[in-house]
C-alpha cells in the first residue's frame, strides 16, 4: 500500500466487499497493509484503517519491526518480515501489497508477495485475503465473466497448489486463497448468501473462479 493512492475507489472496493461477508468472517480478518513508503501518521493508518473497515487492533503495519516491506535483495530482512506476518495470529488475513502476487520477483519486489511466500503465512491460517491490481497477461480461454488479469492469476494460484476464488472489478480484485476447498466453500457462500436477490449476472461478473 503507497499512501499517495489513500482514499482512492479501490480502498472503497476493498470495503465493500468486507461488508459483504458475514460478521463472523469479517471480525475475523486481520490486514496487513504491505507499505512501501512508511512511516505513516496515526491520522493515516486510521483514515486507511476505517476507508477498508479493519480496526486498528487488527491492522499490522510494522510485521517484524519492518516499516516498509524488504525488497527480496535484502533476503534475511525479508525472510524476518514474512516469518513474521506468518506469525499474526488469525484466522483471515488481509494482505495489500502495492501489485499483488507473483511466481517470481521481476522488480519492485517490495510490491508484490511470491506465492512461495504466500504459502507460508497461508500454512498457519484458514485463509489468505489478497490485494491484485489490473495487469495484462497474454493467454487463451479467457471465460466471457472474467477478466484476464483475474483468470490468469487464478490459474497461477491452483498450478501452486491453492484453492482460490476472486472478488473481480477491472482496475483491480480480490484474490481469497485456501488449502482446503471446504473452507474456500464457506467463505464464498457467505458472499452468496449477501449478494440473495441480485440477479445472476452480476453475481457471475463479481464471483469469479
Excluded at 21 to 39: F, H, K, Q, S
Excluded at 124 to 144: F, K, L, S, T
Excluded at 161 to 186: D, I, K, T, W
Aim: aromatic share 12%; glycine share 8%; net charge positive.
Amino acid at each position: 500500500m503507497n499512501r499517495k493512492y489513500l482514499l482512492d475507489s479501490l480502498d472503497g472496493l476493498k470495503a465493500i466487499i468486507f461488508r459483504l461477508l458475514p460478521a463472523p468472517i469479517r471480525e475475523a480478518i486481520a490486514c496487513v497493509p504491505m507499505t512501501t513508503d512508511g512511516p505513516w501518521t496515526d491520522a493515516e493508518k486510521a483514515i486507511f484503517e476505517t476507508a477498508i473497515g479493519i480496526p486498528a487492533e487488527r491492522t499490522y503495519w510494522t510485521p517484524g519491526g519492518f516499516v516498509n516491506v524488504p525488497g527480496s535483495n535484502e533476503i534475511s530482512k525479508r525472510s524476518r518480515w514474512v516469518e513474521a506476518v506468518a506469525a499474526i495470529n488469525h484466522r483471515y488475513l488481509f494482505l495489500d501489497p502495492d501489485t499483488g502476487f507473483y511466481a517470481r520477483h521481476n522488480g519492485g519486489s517490495e510490491k508484490k508477495l511470491l506465492l512461495s511466500e504466500l504459502a507460508l503465512i497461508l500454512d498457519r491460517r484458514e485463509a489468505v485475503i489478497i490485494y491484485r491490481h489490473q495487469y495484462w497477461p497474454n493467454i487463451d480461454g479467457v471465460p466471457a465473466c472474467a477478466y484476464p488479469y483475474v483468470w490468469h492469476g487464478l490459474n497461477m494460484l491452483r498450478t501452486a497448489g491453492f484453492s482460490a476464488f476472486a472478488y473481480q472489478s477491472q482496475a483491480a480484485s480480490v484474490f481469497f486463497v485456501c488449502r482446503q476447498e471446504l473452507v474456500l466453500a464457506h467463505i464464498r457462500r457467505g458472499f452468496q448468501d449477501a449478494l440473495a436477490g441480485v440477479s445472476a449476472a452480476v453475481i457471475e461478473r463479481r464471483i469469479v473462479g
